[in-house]
């Protein structure tokens, strides 16, 4: 069934549902939907579909999908959310490479306004967040949306974002975390989502104080320092 025999609105439920799911694009989910409901699809079906429906139909196809995304991906197919407008995403802020000493780069997988939101395979945009002790900006809204086999999208993300240091996202498997790491950049899972800017703010006391020593590294710190760093959380 392709997405021309789907009314505009059905079509518009899918695709946004898709983007709630970790590593599922249309296609995919318009498959697990032909299992649960049988075709035509329509929007009478989806909006009769329970989390159990979806979920026996998405075992095969889609692993094991964690229960806050399969919620939000029903309120897409039922009408309940929405998409936000371009209009309605965040505006960027001014930053030069040498006005934020002491900062680094953190990415947020997106698929609305500010917020984390979005799983790594199938978010709409990366929200990328300049951030140090003493302040966080928003310097970049980066598109997710590619033209290259599905094969190389993960590697064609982690491209995206390979200036970053720290990749926070709802979820990413384990293939695509690897690529995300090649480019040395530190993934770092909320499954439950959240602000994007309160969680990358929450870095600034700890770029402040005394790091972890992955993000000591990510700061550029030496061996030494690291050491240090470890050996401090360990006395703690």
Request: net charge negative; aromatic share 4%.
């Amino acid at each position: 069934m392709s997405a021309q025999q789907l009314s505009p609105d059905a079509a518009l439920r899918i695709g946004l549902a898709a983007r709630a799911l970790p590593d599922t694009d249309a296609a995919l989910l318009m498959k697990v939907l032909v299992e649960a409901l049988g075709l035509p699809l329509t929007e009478e079906k989806l909006g009769r579909l329970t989390v159990r429906e979806l979920g026996s139909a998405a075992d095969a196809a889609l692993g094991d999908v964690p229960l806050p995304a399969m919620k939000q991906a029903l309120d897409y197919l039922w009408g309940k959310a929405q998409v936000e407008v371009d209009e309605q995403l965040p505006t960027t802020e001014p930053y030069a490479d040498w006005g934020m000493p002491g900062s680094i780069r953190v990415a947020v997988a997106s698929n609305s306004a500010e917020r984390l939101d979005g799983h790594f395979g199938s978010c709409a945009r990366f929200l990328v967040y300049q951030v140090s002790p003493d302040q966080t900006r928003l310097v970049d809204i980066r598109s997710a949306a590619g033209g290259v086999r599905a094969d190389d999208k993960n590697a064609e993300r982690a491209a995206q974002i390979a200036d970053c240091h720290v990749l926070m996202v709802v979820s990413i498997g384990g293939p695509a975390a690897a690529k995300v790491v090649k480019q040395d950049i530190h993934p770092i899972k909320f499954p439950n989502g959240g602000d994007a800017r309160s969680e990358v703010s929450a870095l600034q006391p700890v770029l402040g104080g005394t790091p972890p020593p992955w993000l000591a590294k990510v700061m550029g710190k030496g061996a030494e320092e690291r050491v240090l760093f470890e050996r401090t959380e360990e006395d703690a």
